[in-house]
């Protein structure tokens, strides 16, 4: 297999509002993407068509990424479309509130299984296409500064989120050099906070005084496509939040 001129990204999580943001920034940088849905088919629709006015040839499938099957089979339809792996983005998530003392097993599996269960098994896929490729591949996976901060109502989620990052750091160092894995961790991007925290209360809380913007974690990703030396790292993009 050679390296065509096309670079082609598989991401997970690109239907939401920050994946969908990230999907049309890779696709401006010369990406085919092919992406996966599970919830909604027509706002995956509505992502793919905006994202086909910069990459023509980009693709969606339905997958659950907490059924390791289900990812079995995107990638399976993958292969059919595409001849080769540039990139995987890891970035489809599940959140909700979830307090001590009252989780329930199926509020840990949807969580647990969504999250952790997810990235580990679609990466464990593009790894297998990508050891097989004569050229350096990347896997950029979306973790949380959760994993770093103590949230007393959402146990289940932050665990699942160290769960990525140290995900991260293990097939970094298992693939390399042929593999690239990071990680990015968002703070109030992507954080859908309790709603009995104010927006204000939120802000005192980061050193920037501000919230950040998609266009920030767009930075983070460039940043670490245009590298060849940066492996097995978490970048953090949250204004300083996990310094309170």
């Not at 092919?34 to 499938?61: C, D, G, V």
């Not at 009995?196 to 990703?221: F, Q, S, T, Y």
Request: glycine residues 6%; charged residues 20%; aromatic residues 8%.
């Amino acid at each position: 297999m050679t390296h065509s001129g096309q670079k082609v990204c598989f991401m997970t999580g690109a239907s939401g509002l920050l994946g969908g943001e990230i999907a049309l920034s890779v696709a401006g940088q010369g990406y085919t993407i092919f992406f996966t849905w599970n919830s909604s088919e027509e706002k995956a629709a509505q992502t793919l068509e905006k994202i086909r006015r910069i990459s023509p040839e980009s693709q969606m499938s339905h997958c659950d990424v907490s059924k390791p099957a289900d990812i079995s089979s995107a990638f399976a339809t993958f292969r059919e479309q595409f001849e080769q792996l540039d990139l995987l983005i890891a970035s489809a998530s599940n959140f909700f509130s979830t307090p001590l003392p009252d989780v329930s097993e199926q509020q840990w599996d949807s969580l647990v299984d969504t999250n952790l269960k997810g990235t580990f098994f679609t990466m464990q896929e593009a790894v297998r296409i990508m050891q097989k490729q004569p050229f350096v591949s990347r896997i950029i996976s979306m973790t949380d500064i959760s994993a770093e901060l103590v949230w007393r109502n959402f146990a289940p989620y932050t665990v699942s989120k160290a769960g990525i990052q140290h995900l991260t750091r293990v097939f970094a160092k298992t693939f390399a050099p042929q593999i690239l894995v990071n990680s990015i961790a968002p703070g109030t991007i992507t954080i859908h906070p309790d709603k009995e925290v104010p927006v204000e209360e939120m802000m005192n809380n980061i050193p920037l005084k501000k919230l950040g913007d998609p266009l920030d974690i767009c930075r983070a990703i460039t940043f670490l496509l245009e590298s060849d030396y940066i492996t097995g790292q978490i970048i953090t993009v949250d204004g300083g939040r996990v310094l309170q």
